[in-house]
C-alpha cells in the first residue's frame, strides 16, 4: 500500500451526558461504563492503557453516541471533530465533552502500489487544493454545522411582519 499524509488530526475527547460529574480522565472511570465502537482501533488502545475499564460495543460512532445520550452507557470517547459533527447534526443536545484524553485520529488515504494511475489521480487532487481551500472543508464538513434558520429555536419568535 502507498499511504499518503493524514488529512487532518483530531484529538479523542470524553463525551457525557451534561448533568453527569465529569470525567476528567480514564484513570478515575471506575465502577461505570465506556461505550466504543466495535472494530475500530480505540478499543484496542484503551483496553491496553486502561485494562480494568468496563467497555461495551456498538456499531458505530453514532450508535454509541446515542446510548450515552440515552443513558444506556455513563461515556463515550472519540475524535473530537466526528463528535462536534455528530452531535449537532443529530440534535443530541443532552451531550457534552468532558475532557481531551491522549489519544488523537489522523484519518489518511491508501492505494495499493499496483494502481498507479489511482495514486496520479489522487496526488493530483492533493496538489490542487490550498491550504485556505483545506481549512474551508474541514470547517464546513467537520466543525461547523450549519443549521437551517427555520430549525433554530429563536425562528418564530420576536419576528415582525
Known sequence: MFFYPPLFESKHVIVQKKNEVKIQDLNNFRNR?????????????????????????EKNDLECLKKVNSG???AYVGPKAVIHYLINKNNL?????SSEIDLTYSPGFAVTKKDLILQSII???FRSISNKEK????????????????????FGFGCHF
Do not use: M
Not at 135 to 154: C, G, H, M, R, S
Open 93 to 97: 443536545k443532552n451531550l457534552s465533552v
Open 123 to 125: 496526488e493530483k487532487s
Open 33 to 57: 461504563t465506556l461505550v466504543l465502537p466495535d472494530q475500530y482501533s480505540v478499543v484496542e488502545k484503551i483496553r491496553k492503557k486502561h485494562p480494568s475499564i468496563n467497555i461495551e460495543l
Open 72 to 74: 444506556i452507557y455513563d
Open 135 to 154: 481549512k474551508a472543508i474541514l470547517d464546513n464538513w467537520l466543525f461547523n454545522v450549519v443549521t437551517p434558520f427555520y430549525e433554530k429555536q429563536v
